[in-house]
Nanobody, 114 residues
Framework: VQLQASGGGLVQAGGSLRLSCAAS????????MAWYRQAPGKQREWVATIISNDDTSYVGSVKGRFTISRDNAKNTVFLQMNYVKPEDTAVYYC?????????WGEGTQVTVSS
């Protein structure tokens, strides 16, 4: 299983960023995909989830600003981040859950400047 996250970088507060996570070695269309983040000195935090029927859920702090989506043809999950805030600064990770088994990818750093 391989999950490769990309799209992180430095962005100004109020700006946008789109993260991608390309998956291989799993049955992507049957997998629940999620994004997590970990800020310096803090525990890893769940951000958003999309399940196989495209239902989505979000942590309250990003609701209305972030959108999770998936492209089953490309085995890729996205996180569109709009109106970012300095407190969104973190390493972002994607996770796949396939028939109860979790797989994690390497993170991508997102830094929001004020």
């Amino acid at each position: 299983v391989q999950l490769q996250a990309s799209g992180g970088g430095l962005v100004q507060a109020g700006g946008s960023l789109r993260l991608s996570c390309a998956a291989s070695g799993i049955i992507f269309s049957a997998s629940t995909m999620a994004w997590y983040r970990q800020a310096p000195g803090k525990q890893r935090e769940w951000v958003a989830t999309i399940i196989s029927n495209d239902d989505t859920s979000y942590v309250g702090s990003v609701k209305g600003r972030f959108t999770i989506s998936r492209d089953n043809a490309k085995n890729t999950v996205f996180l569109q981040m709009n109106y970012v805030k300095p407190e969104d600064t973190a390493v972002y990770y994607c996770k796949a859950t396939t028939w109860g088994v979790d797989s994690w990818g390497e993170g991508t750093q997102v830094t929001v400047s004020s």
